[in-house]
């Protein structure tokens, strides 16, 4: 009998005591069997220590890796991709603690990769000219939408939502990538994966999502975040690239 082909989501973390909880039991609630590895940058608020009390009911699928200190976005999913490649899982997911991206959705983007539909899955806002954004005001949609244009203008990738942090990847593409030369650790980490990922040749297909901006917790948006995503696309395009 064939292995199972093993699928794992990594939820980054910090300060999300009031969402890890429910977040984990959400995804372990699905009709697909996901493995969870909770990246911690030492949240002081105990994010940590929720997830310890949890692995005494899920100790065969809930995975925590501690790091000693807040790096970026970036650095906590480079850390867990290096985990789930070591532990050798075939589809690997990228998903914020907070419900902006519906767990639901994670059986959606694992179907594209198992059905080879795709190398990569984008769970996306900005399709078909909609914007399906719940809960943000008009700014912050106005700065994500024409963010992913201008990314789309810049570099020429055929992805709508290019600062997606909803993501799932075959072990494949993971495995092409130099991962000590990914520059980026906000918004633009999300940005120069998928194309890098698409320079390589690995198709990339958006499925639709509602993204539902936090109830509980503190978002983590900060100027400059939207600075380096700025900058980092022209340094993408018009600079080396691995």
Do not use: C
Not at 73 to 100: P, T, V
Not at 174 to 197: P, T, W
Request: no cysteine; aromatic share 12%.
């Amino acid at each position: 009998m064939p292995a199972m082909k093993k699928s794992l989501v990594i939820i980054p973390t910090y300060n999300e005591k009031d969402n890890i909880r429910d977040i984990i039991n959400r995804v372990f609630q699905l009709k697909r069997n996901f493995d969870i590895l909770v990246v911690d940058d030492n949240s002081p608020d105990g994010t940590a220590q929720i997830v310890k009390q949890l692995q005494k009911e899920f100790s065969d699928k809930l995975f925590l890796l501690n790091r000693p200190e807040k790096k970026g976005l970036g650095k906590a999913y480079i850390a867990g991709f290096k985990w789930a490649l070591q532990h050798q899982y075939n589809y690997i997911f990228e998903m914020d603690a907070d419900f902006s991206h519906p767990p639901v959705k994670l059986i959606e983007l694992l179907e594209v990769l198992e059905k080879n539909e795709a190398d990569v899955s984008v769970g996306s806002r900005y399709l078909k000219g909609r914007i399906n954004v719940v809960n943000w005001d008009l700014k912050r949609i106005l700065l994500s939408y024409f963010a992913s244009i201008y990314v789309r203008m810049i570099t020429g990738i055929p992805v709508k939502d290019t600062t997606a942090g909803f993501v799932g990847y075959k072990k494949e593409v993971l495995q092409s990538f130099n991962f000590d030369k990914i520059e980026f650790v906000g918004y633009a980490f999300q940005i120069e994966m998928k194309y890098k990922a698409w320079k390589k040749g690995f198709v990339i297909k958006e499925i639709p999502i509602i993204f539902t901006d936090r109830i509980k917790g503190k978002s983590k948006m900060h100027g400059g975040i939207i600075s380096e995503a700025i900058w980092g696309v022209l340094k993408m395009r018009f600079g080396k690239s691995d």
